[in-house]
């Protein structure tokens, strides 16, 4: 069982930053993919990053926040980041972290078993 907890959005500026962390518990955390998703109001759940816990190699969609957002983690401390640069408007939304044992492909929800509640980032024009 692992618990992910999100923290960091907000209110902030386009062209500003934000880093959001998502803490975890579980003793196994080493061995999770670990990826961030978003859900803006209206809108389907969008894949933002992953990191694949064999190899650390990273993905992003291909256009969406690619340069600008970066994913990494932190074994030692459970944690899960997410540096965003250059945030745009179209940026806001609910952003949740998600961690799976097995996940076939890293830009599907469906692969991931747990789940955080999500934070609010919301970028002003």
């Known amino acids: 069982q692992v618990q992910l907890v999100e923290s960091g959005g907000g209110l902030v500026q386009a062209g500003g930053s934000l880093r959001l962390s998502c803490a975890a518990s579980?003793?196994?955390?080493?061995?999770?993919?670990l990826a961030w998703f978003r859900q803006a109001p209206g809108k389907e759940r969008e894949f933002v990053a992953v990191?694949?816990?064999?190899?650390?190699?990273?993905?992003y969609p291909a256009d969406s926040v690619k340069g600008r957002f970066t994913i990494s983690r932190d074994n030692d401390k459970n944690t899960l980041y997410l540096q965003m640069n250059s945030l745009k408007p179209e940026d806001t939304a609910v952003y949740y972290c998600?961690?799976?044992?097995?996940?076939?492909?890293?830009?599907?929800?469906?692969?991931?078993?747990?789940w955080g509640q999500g934070t609010q980032v919301t970028v002003s024009s």
């Open positions: 998600a961690a799976g044992l097995s996940v076939p492909i890293g830009s599907r929800a469906a692969g991931y078993d747990y």
């Open positions: 579980g003793r196994t955390f080493s061995r999770y993919t």
């Open positions: 990191m694949w816990w064999n190899s650390g190699s990273t993905g």
